[in-house]
């Protein structure tokens, strides 16, 4: 079945340290996207990629890097500059041309920073 | 930018009982999308508009793209302890990007058993 998973589920990391966290899809989607959510803030969008090899910053890039190099992969490395960087992270993707079906959603990683 | 505002930010309901939730912008929008966040989990969509006056069903959900392009609305009946979890409407951006989604900040639902 198509679908995009993201990985780890739970994520462990001491403060001072980058963390990248996995993103796959195989929906064949050109377009991908990097969402934080904090409790009672909605969905922040953190990076967005529409073809490989390019990617735009979003709301809140800062502390955050992309990489686009796969259609089927987009990893977001946590750097050591972000300064909150504890929440819950959701990968999506959608078709390119047409958002009217929506994007499609991993299950997400929560990232704990102790 | 587009935004959309969503209501309420919250709500306690008795098992049983219907809701009601609403989104608007003072933007027009030609697509409308309800999801469903479980909690811990991704939002999956649940109900997509596009043409306005538009009533549409999923089981016990119910979505309504209003007259004006402005808003929606997205009705539960019959709620049970499993429709727990955060509901967002969004609709795609209009002008610039064509790639992004705008979201509401969404709507926590808890229904006590």
């Known amino acids: 079945d198509g679908g995009i998973t993201q990985s780890p589920k739970y994520l462990f990391r001491k403060e001072g340290q980058n963390v990248t966290l996995s993103c796959e899809q195989n929906l064949n989607h050109d377009a991908m996207y990097w969402y934080r959510q904090d409790p009672g803030q909605g969905l922040r969008l953190i990076y967005y990629?529409?073809?490989?090899?390019?990617?735009q910053k979003g709301d809140i890039a800062e502390g955050y890097s992309v990489s686009r190099e796969k259609k089927e992969s987009f990893p977001l490395t946590v750097t050591s500059a972000q300064k909150n960087p504890t929440a819950f992270y959701l990968c999506?993707?959608?078709?390119?041309?047409?958002?009217?079906?929506?994007?499609?959603f991993g299950s997400g990683t929560r990232l704990t920073v102790v | 930018g587009q935004q959309l505002n969503q209501s309420p930010q919250s709500m306690f309901i008795q098992e049983g009982e219907d809701v009601s939730m609403n989104c608007t912008s003072s933007s027009i929008f030609n697509t409308w999308l309800w999801y469903k966040q479980d909690p811990g989990e991704g939002p999956v969509l649940l109900i997509a508009l596009y043409k306005a006056g538009e009533l549409t069903s999923n089981g016990r959900l119910t979505a309504q793209f209003g007259i004006t392009r402005k808003d929606s609305f997205l009705n539960i009946s019959a709620s049970i302890p499993s429709d727990v979890g955060i509901y967002f409407c969004a609709g795609p951006n209009s002008g610039g990007s064509n790639y992004k989604l705008t979201f509401g900040k969404g709507t926590l639902l808890t229904v006590n058993p």
């Open positions: 999506a993707s959608s078709t390119q041309g047409s958002l009217n079906y929506g994007y499609t």
């Open positions: 990629s529409q073809i490989v090899n390019d990617f």
